[in-house]
C-alpha cells in the first residue's frame, strides 16, 4: 500500500489482497484492490487544483458541484397521479438538499427535454432564494408526452457545460419505458455524455425497463433504484442529494500497468455492486491503462483483478501489476498519482501455499456469480424456461447463503420459496409480486464484504 495524497484533500488509499503463490507453470493472478477515501478540507470555497472540489461558503465563489435534476413528466406520470405529486415532493426534498453555492437546474422529460428552472440554458446557484424559486417552479410540471430519455441527458449534459464545477451529477426519475426513441439513439447518447458527468437512476412504480434504468446508471457511474411505492421517493431523493453533496473529487481514474507478457483478463469493482470496466479502458502510455471510476467522497470500494502471466519456474517472482490511483489534471498538465498498490506472482513448489484461495478473492468471485446467476434467473423465468429459472435461482441462494448477503436473500425469498438454503433447493413461487420481482434484477448487483 501506499499513499501520496496532499493535504487538504481527501486521503486515498489503495490495498491489495491476493495468494501471490502460483505452481510451476500457473499463469493466472487475482488480486482483490480495495480503494478508500476519506477525510478531505475546504479551501475557501474555490475548487483545488486537479479536480478535488470543497464546500463554496463565499457569495461569488467557484461552484464545486453541479446538479441537474431530471423529472419524468410523460403522460404515464398520471397514473396514478401519486406518481406525479410524489415526482415534485421528491424533486423539492432534493432542492432543500443542495448545499448552497452548487449549481443547478430542473429539466422535465417527455419525448422531449424542457428546462423547468432556472432557464435560458443556464445553472442557478444554490441559496434560499432560488432553491424556493425552483419549487416554485415545480408547479409548472404536468404529465403528458411521451418518453425519450436520451433529450433529458443531452440536455443534461449542455447544461452541466455550462459549469466549471469539478463535481457534475444528474439525478434521473422515470416511471416508463423508453419508447419515443431506439436503444441504438439512447446507447450513442450514453457512449457521447459518459465520462462528462455522472448520474444516478430511478424507476418510479413498476411499468419501466430494469434493463434501461440500471444501463443509464451503469454508462454514467452511478447508482440505479427502484421505488415501487411513490411516496417513497421524498426519502430516496434527499439521500441522493446528500451523497452528491458529499462527493469531493471528480474524475479518478484506476490506472493498471503491466509488464511486457502480461495481459489483463478482466477489471471489475466487485463493491459495493458488481460493475464491469473491461471495456472502459483508455490508453495511458506504454503498457498502461486507465479505468474510470467516476466521483468520490468518504467511501472505499473494491476491484477484481486478473491478470495471466508468462510461465516461470519454481523459485521465480515478478511484479503482475501497478495499480495506481491517477487525477488527471484539469489545466491538461502531468497528473496526480494519489496512491498506489502491486499485484505480484511467485512461483512455488509447495502446494499448500499455490492452492490456498485468498478469501476476498474467493468472496468477491461469488458475488459476481451471485449478480449472474440472479439475472440469468430472472431471464429464464420471463422466457418460460422454468427449470433453467429453478437452477440459476437455487444457485444464487445458496450464494447470497454463504456470502452473508442477507438484503439480496430476503429479496431471493420473495420469488422462489426456499427449501434448503445450503444446497440451493428451491420452488419458484407460482404468484410473485411485479414489484418484487424489479427489486430483485435492479438490486441484484449489490454485494457485501468480506465477512471478518
Not at 489483463?264 to 458488481?274: G, M, N, R, W, Y
Amino acid at each position: 500500500m501506499a499513499n501520496f495524497a496532499k493535504s487538504n484533500v481527501p486521503q486515498f488509499s489503495v490495498d491489495v489482497y491476493q495468494n501471490e503463490f502460483l505452481p510451476e507453470g500457473g499463469r493466472e493472478v487475482n488480486a482483490i484492490v480495495t480503494v478508500t477515501s476519506t477525510g478531505g478540507g475546504t479551501s475557501g470555497g474555490a475548487p483545488l487544483a486537479g479536480g478535488f472540489a470543497a464546500p463554496s461558503p463565499i457569495s461569488g465563489a467557484a461552484p464545486s458541484a453541479a446538479v441537474v435534476i431530471m423529472v419524468d413528466c410523460s403522460g404515464s406520470m398520471d397514473y396514478p397521479p401519486t406518481k406525479m405529486r410524489g415526482a415534485r415532493d421528491a424533486t423539492a426534498a432534493a432542492i432543500d438538499a443542495l448545499r448552497d453555492g452548487t449549481a443547478f437546474a430542473v429539466v422535465g422529460g417527455t419525448h422531449l427535454a424542457k428546462e423547468v428552472y432556472p432557464g435560458q440554458g443556464r445553472l442557478a446557484v444554490a441559496d434560499p432564494s432560488t432553491r424556493s424559486q425552483a419549487k416554485e417552479a415545480l408547479r409548472s410540471l404536468t404529465a403528458g408526452g411521451g418518453t425519450a430519455i436520451g433529450t433529458w441527458l443531452r440536455l443534461t449534459d449542455r447544461l452541466l457545460a455550462t459549469s466549471e464545477a469539478p463535481i457534475r451529477h444528474g439525478i434521473l426519475l422515470t416511471d416508463g419505458r423508453n419508447e419515443h426513441e431506439s436503444p441504438k439513439d439512447l446507447a450513442a447518447t450514453l457512449e457521447a455524455v459518459a465520462g462528462r458527468f455522472t448520474c444516478d437512476a430511478r424507476g418510479v412504480g413498476t411499468d419501466w425497463e430494469v434493463k434501461e434504468v440500471t444501463g443509464i446508471a451503469s454508462a454514467l457511474l452511478g447508482t440505479a433504484d427502484i421505488v415501487a411505492d411513490p411516496s417513497g421517493l421524498a426519502a430516496d431523493f434527499t439521500q441522493m442529494m446528500e451523497n452528491a453533496m458529499g462527493k469531493e473529487v471528480a474524475d479518478v481514474n484506476l490506472r493498471l500497468w503491466t509488464p511486457v507478457g502480461v495481459e489483463i483478463k478482466f477489471v471489475k469493482q466487485v463493491a459495493p455492486t458488481v460493475e464491469e470496466l473491461t471495456g472502459r479502458r483508455t490508453e495511458a502510455g506504454p503498457r498502461a491503462g486507465d479505468y474510470p471510476t467516476g466521483s468520490w467522497g468518504d467511501e472505499s470500494r473494491d476491484y477484481h483483478v486478473c491478470v495471466q502471466v508468462p510461465q516461470a519456474g519454481v523459485g521465480q517472482e515478478m511484479l503482475a501489476a501497478r495499480v495506481s490511483l491517477i487525477l488527471p489534471d484539469a489545466a491538461g498538465g502531468a497528473p496526480q498519482t494519489l496512491s498506489q498498490g502491486l499485484v505480484r506472482a511467485v512461483w512455488t513448489d509447495d502446494m499448500a501455499a499455490s492452492t490456498s484461495i485468498n478469501p476476498q478473492v474467493a468472496h468477491y468471485t461469488g458475488q459476481a456469480e451471485l449478480a449472474q446467476a440472479i439475472q440469468q434467473g430472472l431471464d429464464a423465468r420471463k422466457s418460460g424456461d422454468f427449470d433453467g429459472a429453478t437452477a440459476k435461482l437455487g444457485r444464487a441462494v445458496q450464494l447470497a447463503a454463504a456470502s452473508g448477503n442477507a438484503d439480496t436473500a430476503k429479496l431471493l425469498a420473495k420469488v422462489v420459496d426456499v427449501v434448503d438454503e445450503a444446497t440451493g433447493t428451491v420452488r419458484l413461487k407460482a404468484k410473485v409480486a411485479e414489484a418484487d420481482e424489479m427489486t430483485l434484477e435492479t438490486r441484484s448487483t449489490k454485494t457485501v464484504r468480506v465477512k471478518k
